[in-house]
Structure formats: structure tokens, C-alpha cells
């Protein structure tokens, strides 16, 4: 497709266990973000990859929280031992540029994950 | 770091009228300030922008103003339709302009 594509869509997981959530964004987008969004809230900043490098990773909540972009396409977002509060959508967005002010960022749908 | 605060957190038109939604941020050095819609399900969509350097920007039925000094800026929909029904959010740019800082969100909701 030519959106951003996330998997899984919906995610159950009790709590203490581990997740992994998959992004693959728009051929050739060189910017790649994670933002978590809690029910009736705004997307919250997670992490941020231009190409394979992680340039930002200050919105990660925890050191439960890890990310990866491992060629500069594809990137997952691990979840350790989840918590009730790890409960969100988690939203991949893409962007053709370098850095997140110099154009439209692209989402996907979401993972939305409920830890029990 | 950067915040930014949205209001009203919904907003209930009838179909024709105009609806605004404000957003306040407080990082002078912010100099993007986009909207997005976001449908229910369905990730945040961009429906326009605006850059530091312009006082207002519209496209359509849509328009967004900025005031740098006062630090807001505001989205305008005009004759609105059921299909603009979704919730709204601004974002800014932080100082490094690598992140969007978004609002909290406007639920509109336009009944035919």
C-alpha cells in the first residue's frame, strides 16, 4: 500500500508481558516517529528516527520502552513487562524530510494495545 | 519544553455554520504550527498549516491564523458539513523542530 501500515491493529496483553509493535512507513520517507495516544487525549512524542539513527528518544517513558529502525525502513517498538498505564494507541508517522517541521507527517491507523 | 493548550475540547455546530478551535503554545522559538484531523479509528490526517512567517493561510473552506506575538493560533471551518464531524488537533514545533507537540484535541460535531 502507500500509507504507513501498522501491526498488529489491536494487541491484548497481560500485564508482564513483553510486545512488539510493527511500522512500516512510506517508501523512501526518511523520517519516522512514535507517538503514544491515550483514550480522549492528544498523540504524545515518543522517539524519533532519521533513517536508522535515533536522534530523539526523550519521550520514551521508560526503559521498558525500546525502539528500533535497524535499515532505515522498518521499525518496531518493544514494549517490557507491560503495565496497565503502557494502555494506548500507539501511532507511527512518516515523513519524506529530515526533522518534523519541514513538511506533512503521514500516520497509520495505530496499535491499539490494552495490557489486563 | 514546548505546550500547548486547545480549546474548546468539543464543539457542536449545526451544518452551515463556522466553527473555531484555539490553540495556545508557549516556545517562542516554534515556528510550525499544523492541524490535523483524526476520524475515529483512523490515524491523525494534516488539512493544512502554517509556517511563522505568514499571519494566515487558507485553503478552501478552511483557515488557520497565527499571532506570534500573543503566541496562538486558530482554525476557522467554514460552512460545515456532517463529514468535517471528527476531533481536531494543533500541534507546534519544538526548538529543534524534529517533534510536533500537540494539543489536546477538539471533538466537533456538525448535526445536519
Known amino acids: 500500500g502507500a500509507g504507513v501500515s501498522q501491526s498488529p491493529r489491536y494487541k491484548v496483553a497481560k500485564r508482564g508481558q513483553d510486545v512488539a509493535l510493527r511500522c512500516d512507513p512510506i517508501?523512501?520517507?526518511?523520517?519516522l516517529f512514535w507517538y503514544q495516544q491515550a483514550l480522549g487525549q492528544g498523540p504524545e512524542f515518543l522517539t524519533y528516527f532519521q533513517n536508522e539513527a535515533q536522534l530523539d528518544k526523550s519521550g520514551l517513558p521508560s526503559d521498558r520502552f525500546f525502539a528500533e529502525r535497524p535499515e532505515g525502513s522498518v521499525s518496531t517498538l518493544k514494549i517490557q513487562r507491560t503495565q496497565q498505564e503502557d494502555s494506548a494507541v500507539y501511532l507511527c508517522?512518516?515523513?519524506?524530510?529530515?526533522?518534523?517541521?519541514?513538511?506533512?507527517?503521514?500516520f497509520g491507523e495505530g496499535s491499539r494495545l490494552t495490557v489486563l | 519544553g514546548e505546550n500547548v493548550e486547545q480549546h474548546p475540547s468539543t464543539l457542536s455546530v449545526q451544518e452551515g455554520d463556522s466553527a473555531v478551535i484555539k490553540c495556545t503554545y508557549s516556545d517562542s522559538a516554534s515556528n510550525y504550527f499544523p492541524w490535523y484531523k483524526q476520524e475515529l479509528g483512523k490515524g491523525p490526517q494534516l488539512i493544512i498549516d502554517?509556517?511563522?512567517?505568514?499571519g494566515e493561510k487558507k485553503d478552501q473552506r478552511i483557515a488557520v491564523t497565527l499571532n506570534k506575538t500573543a503566541k496562538h493560533f486558530s482554525l476557522h471551518i467554514t460552512e460545515t458539513q456532517p463529514e468535517d464531524s471528527a476531533v481536531y488537533f494543533c500541534a507546534a514545533n519544538n526548538n529543534a523542530g524534529n517533534m510536533l507537540t500537540f494539543g489536546g484535541g477538539t471533538r466537533l460535531m456538525v448535526k445536519p
Open positions: 508517522a512518516s515523513s519524506l524530510l529530515a526533522g518534523g517541521n519541514t513538511g506533512e507527517l503521514f
Open positions: 502554517i509556517r511563522s512567517n505568514v
Open positions: 517508501s523512501g520517507h526518511v523520517s
